[in-house]
Nanobody, 123 residues
Framework: QVQLVESGGGSVQPGGSLRLSCAAS????????IGWVRQAPGKEREGVAC??????STYYEASGRFTISMDNAKNTVYLQMNSLKPEDTDVYYC??????????????????WGQGTQVTVSS
């Protein structure tokens, strides 16, 4: 059974950093794509970054402040977020596509989702 569990969210002041973790179970990340998607209340989900064995890292959030990485030994994907801004306040989800092992072009291609972790950036 595929399970994704996010952690590492919290409250931080503008300019601060957080590292989110997504622990995967029920499958091995080595051959799958896994992405980070965020969503604010009342807004559509927005892709942040994705990583896969075949594609490497792909960033949809283009500011250069976020870094996605994978620890295959721990079957865990991380999202390092630096220089955080109030507009980064969202629930952050990790997700795995259902029909491809590559980073998807559309958020709708993600099939497995974690429960999300709240990130709040405020002074």
């Amino acid at each position: 059974q595929v399970q994704l569990v996010e952690s590492g969210g919290g409250s931080v002041q503008p300019g601060g950093s957080l590292r989110l973790s997504c622990a995967a179970s029920g499958f091995t990340l080595d051959y799958y794509a896994i992405g980070w998607v965020r969503q604010a209340p009342g807004k559509e989900r927005e892709g942040v970054a994705c990583i896969s064995y075949s594609d490497g890292s792909t960033y949809y959030e283009a500011s250069g402040r976020f870094t996605i990485s994978m620890d295959n030994a721990k079957n865990t994907v991380y999202l390092q977020m630096n220089s955080l801004k109030p507009e980064d306040t969202d629930v952050y989800y990790c997700a795995v596509p259902g029909a491809t092992m590559r980073c998807p072009g559309l958020i709708s291609e993600y099939y497995y989702w974690g429960q999300g972790t709240q990130v709040t950036v405020s002074s």
